[in-house]
């Protein structure tokens, strides 16, 4: 079965701390993509980013970074020198094609100014 | 403009009194699910479509029916609303195969309240 965990319920940081978001996925597929989804205090839900599991190559997109390690089966997300605007809940999702998109339950981020 | 459109947004309503929320999808995609949202739980599946004519149940389909009679519809239906179904959800489209299968577009909520 597929199965994300998403380890950390909540985290705060001060604004302009490094933070990282933890994601651990199971699945017997070979074949897979990884998401991100950040669903801001306004409710609706943003994608972040798709993986696939034939790629381990690290993703940076300003000031986010993305570390997919195989190994671990972990897709971690580190937000660099966090703003306000990075206060979200933020959500990983694994899909395999074989069966419905799996989302963990989210880790909601507090950025303090 | 590439949308997931949902109806209503928000709605109030008593218990015992159907409902339908309406989910329409402008990207010819062939997955439609929809999520509902409840503080501490996450995102928990009701029911998904992999195509016309095409239901399954996710996590949660007691007191949801849906049906799939259009590839861009995707409507949720509340026979007969119960408090415990007070919760915020979510229809969300996708492509089942591709460079961006699975990535799911997601309308923009709907608030139900069942008093």
């Known amino acids: 079965a597929q199965k994300v965990t998403q380890a950390q319920t909540e985290i705060s940081v001060v604004e302009k701390e490094d933070v990282t978001l933890d994601c651990v996925y199971e699945?017997?597929?070979?074949?897979?993509?990884l998401f991100w989804y950040k669903q801001p205090p306004s409710g609706e839900l943003v994608f972040l980013i798709r993986?696939?599991?034939?790629?381990?190559q690290n993703e940076i997109s300003g000031r986010y970074s993305w570390n997919f390690q195989k190994s671990t089966s972990s897709f971690n997300f580190t937000i660099t020198a966090s703003q306000v605007v990075d206060s979200a809940v933020y959500f990983c999702?694994?899909?395999?094609?074989?069966?419905?998109?799996?989302f963990g339950k989210g880790t909601r981020l507090s950025v303090i100014a | 403009e590439a949308q997931v459109t949902q109806n209503p947004r928000y709605l109030i309503t008593v218990t015992g009194k159907k409902l339908t929320v309406t989910c329409s999808q402008n990207?010819?995609?062939?997955?439609m699910s929809w999520y509902r949202q409840d503080p501490g739980l996450g995102l928990r599946q009701i029911y998904y479509?992999?195509?016309?004519?095409?239901?399954d149940k996710g996590d949660v389909p007691e007191g949801y029916k849906v049906s799939r009679k259009e590839k861009r519809n995707f409507p949720l239906i509340l026979e007969s609303p119960s408090p415990n179904q007070t919760s915020l959800y979510f229809c969300?489209?996708?492509?089942?195969?591709?460079?961006?299968?699975?990535?799911?577009?997601f309308g923009e909520g709907s608030r139900l309240t069942v008093l």
């Open positions: 999702a694994l899909y395999s094609g074989n069966t419905p998109l799996v």
């Open positions: 993986r696939n599991s034939f790629d381990e």
């Open positions: 479509s992999m195509n016309v004519e095409v239901t």
């Open positions: 699945t017997r597929d070979t074949t897979y993509y």
């Open positions: 990207m010819n995609h062939e997955y």
């Open positions: 969300a489209s996708s492509l089942i195969q591709g460079e961006r299968a699975g990535e799911l577009f």
